[in-house]
């Protein structure tokens, strides 16, 4: 069947995309695909491929209903729907119908809904806010599900620019279930479910186009997708709230220049796939008082320009990306690279576990990623950060620090089970105040990466690392006004000892100065 489907927006290239039908191997060939190949414009119509119509069919078809209680109603109540065979008319181009399927449209501003235990719904696709607004509530035990020939059709809320859509779902028992779920796809979308609702969707889009808006927001709920796609070229944000648990298949936020994601996990569970923080655009998660998050690779600003950032604070929040075999070889190579790995990519990108949280990974490299990202931004920001009493990494095999900054402070703690490398372009920030901790299982090779201290007394020594394997190369030396460094690359650690050479006071051109010297 011909969808008709109008591009819009522009397309993007990406070297990452494998071009199947070349032969070309996974990750290692230069084939140039759009990421975005074909962009929803005015209606969903083939789920297999999720897409959006703007081509008339004939009117044969089972037709459509278009709500028109200007208020709020009773889904099953016929009075509140007008009949449209064939075509309906939107203000954008006509939207076509396909033979034996069925369209709900709720563009007038008005609310559907569906409430109370038994309240079964059915439709082939749902579109809610296409020119103007439209609601629609699932409550108390009432479903609604989308089906074309037996398969899961699909939802889109706020399908043109200032249009608004809202669905919600509702308490115990309530749930809604689509094959592909479309929230802003040039205006804004929202979807909220609460209080033991349940939303089961196939593939879900959120801030597709430039100028649109996408919100989940799930409290004390369950959400499972198959891949969720965060910011096409919007502005896409996910809430998980109060025991919420959101699964889903595969996560990239932020893929194309322009686009946000953000995925906050509040008290909170979230298991993923691959997950991808900035393809182009930017992207963040946050793990909050006791959230928790697992996934099975993750990379962080992939190319120069972007920016992936990953925060776990708090007590009890946990971040674990081990793989699990949960998901299957990706079309998209940079997404099937690298299994339990953290990589911190070209562009900005950052772990930051801090006030008591933990991170656990198989692996982690910050820097270039060679095989994907290319180009390393010189401006961008490279980073793991472990602060504060209780705050853990553990990585189980190889930490490889390319491009960018590890800082251990406040009695934080960094556990490496592999090899540990720090190149020329690596800076280790530490605390020399702290009884931070950096163990290494294997070997640490060092070549001449820079230390930077955040903190410290005017005399101390510590052991700033130590390698069961063994340490290789040195770091930098260590340059400080007033104080002497002394570093000490033992068989298996590595020692730094501070000390005053001469006094502030020492150097003072004034009384004044002299006597704040002195005090210092």
């Known amino acids: 069947m011909s969808t008709g489907c109008r591009q819009i927006g522009r397309t993007t290239h990406s070297p990452f995309i494998q071009d199947r039908r070349a032969g070309t191997s996974a990750g290692r060939q230069s084939a140039r695909l759009p990421v975005r190949r074909v962009l929803p414009a005015a209606c969903l119509l083939a789920v297999a491929v999720l897409l959006l119509t703007a081509t008339p069919h004939s009117a044969s078809a089972m037709g459509a209903r278009v709500w028109v209680h200007p208020g709020t109603g009773d889904w099953d109540e016929e009075s509140n729907w007008r009949v449209e065979e064939g075509m309906l008319e939107t203000g954008i181009p006509v939207i076509g119908i396909p033979d034996g399927l069925m369209f709900h449209a709720i563009d007038n501003g008005g609310t559907a809904r569906i409430d109370g235990l038994g309240q079964e719904q059915e439709t082939d696709f749902l579109l809610v806010g296409i020119t103007s607004r439209g609601a629609v509530e699932i409550l108390n035990g009432g479903s609604l599900t989308t089906a074309v020939d037996g398969r899961p059709g699909a939802i889109a809320l706020g399908i043109t620019p200032g249009s608004s859509g809202l669905i919600t779902v509702e308490g115990s028992g309530a749930e809604l279930t689509?094959?592909?779920l479309f929230l802003g796809v040039e205006g804004s979308g929202t979807a909220s479910i609460r209080n033991g609702g349940t939303l089961?969707?196939?593939?879900?889009?959120?801030?597709?186009?430039?100028?649109?808006t996408g919100l989940i927001v799930l409290d004390g709920s369950e959400i499972s997708t198959g891949a969720l796609l965060l910011g096409l070229e919007g502005s896409a944000t996910v809430q998980v709230l109060n025991g919420g648990t959101l699964i889903n298949y595969r996560t990239l936020a932020g893929l194309n220049a322009g686009s946000s994601g953000l995925i906050v996990l509040?008290?909170?569970e979230m298991s993923t796939g691959a997950m991808l923080l900035g393809l182009e655009g930017s992207a963040?998660?946050?793990v909050l008082n006791g959230g928790t998050l697992i996934s099975e690779r993750a990379l962080l600003g992939l190319i120069a320009g972007s920016m992936g950032f990953v925060t776990v604070d708090g007590p009890g929040s946990l971040w674990i990306n081990e793989y699990l075999h949960m998901e299957e070889e990706s079309e998209w190579p940079f997404m099937s690279v690298g299994n339990g790995a953290l990589i911190i990519g070209g562009g900005s990108g950052g772990l930051s576990i801090s006030n008591g949280g933990k991170v656990v990974l198989e692996s982690a490299e910050i820097g270039v990623f060679s095989e994907f990202s290319r180009v390393v931004d010189p401006s961008g920001s490279r980073f793991i950060s472990v602060d504060g009493d209780g705050s853990q990494l553990t990585v189980g095999e190889d930490l490889h620090v390319l491009s960018g900054r590890l800082t251990i402070s406040n009695h934080g703690r960094v556990d490496v089970g592999g090899d540990l490398s720090l190149s020329e372009q690596a800076i280790y920030a530490l605390d020399g105040l702290g009884d931070d901790r950096f163990t290494v299982g294997e070997t640490a090779t060092i070549e001449g990466a820079a230390i930077r201290l955040i903190r410290f007394e005017s005399d101390f020594e510590k052991t700033i690392l130590s390698a069961e394997g063994g340490i290789e190369g040195e770091f930098a030396p260590l340059s400080l006004a007033f104080l002497e460094a002394?570093?000490?690359?033992?068989?298996?650690?590595?020692?730094?000892?501070?000390?005053?050479?001469?006094d502030f006071d020492e150097v003072g051109r004034s009384p004044n100065q002299r006597a704040v010297g002195g005090a210092l």
Do not use: I, N, Y
């Open 178 to 180: 689509t094959g592909g």
């Open 200 to 212: 089961m969707a196939g593939q879900t889009w959120v801030g597709l186009d430039a100028g649109s």
């Open 266 to 268: 509040d008290d909170s």
């Open 284 to 286: 963040t998660v946050r």
């Open 486 to 502: 002394t570093l000490d690359h033992q068989e298996k650690a590595v020692l730094l000892s501070v000390s005053r050479v001469r």
